[in-house]
């Protein structure tokens, strides 16, 4: 069993765990600005978390995948289903990898007001039970890319 997997035993809607994704290392995560072109109302200064490990996994590779393409697309879910991010990409490296961070739930992180929703946003620094890397390559089942690749 890999690290993320002793904390992937939960109730996605009463979970135990939350989790934030990635691409740096990180001591604490700090709480950020979000912009989100879809839904203003996620747009926030918080901590932004999932209960949903794929959600996690998708932001912990997400900014990677932009810096080595010109052109890309992203669509993320906060539903519990996956695919979790459906995206174009021209290139994906071969040695892509993110972190998870995991935290332990408590009353300072709150829920997105949507029922089938994922989403937990807090609004002060959190220090992680665990910090997990992960490789895309382990995962890419619970994304959909949408073009075909091109070598490089």
Do not use: W
Not at 9 to 29: A, C, R, T
Not at 82 to 108: N, R
Not at 128 to 149: G, Q, S
């Amino acid at each position: 069993m890999n690290e993320l997997e002793k904390y992937n035993n939960q109730d996605i809607f009463n979970p135990e765990y939350l989790y934030h994704g990635s691409p740096y290392v990180m001591e604490k995560i700090e709480p950020r600005e979000a912009k989100d072109s879809v839904n203003k109302e996620n747009e926030d200064t918080a901590v932004f978390l999932t209960s949903y490990q794929p959600t996690a996994l998708a932001y912990a590779f997400r900014n990677k995948i932009k810096e080595t393409n010109d052109n890309y697309s992203f669509s993320i879910n906060n539903n519990g289903n996956l695919p979790s991010m459906g995206f174009e990409a021209d290139y994906i490296p071969e040695d892509l990898f993110g972190y998870i961070y995991v935290f332990k739930k408590d009353d300072t992180m709150i829920k997105d007001k949507h029922n089938n929703s994922t989403q937990y946003k807090c609004y002060h620094s959190l220090i992680p039970v665990a910090v997990v890397k992960v490789y895309y390559k382990d995962f890419e089942n619970y994304f959909l890319r949408i073009n075909a690749p091109k070598s490089r």
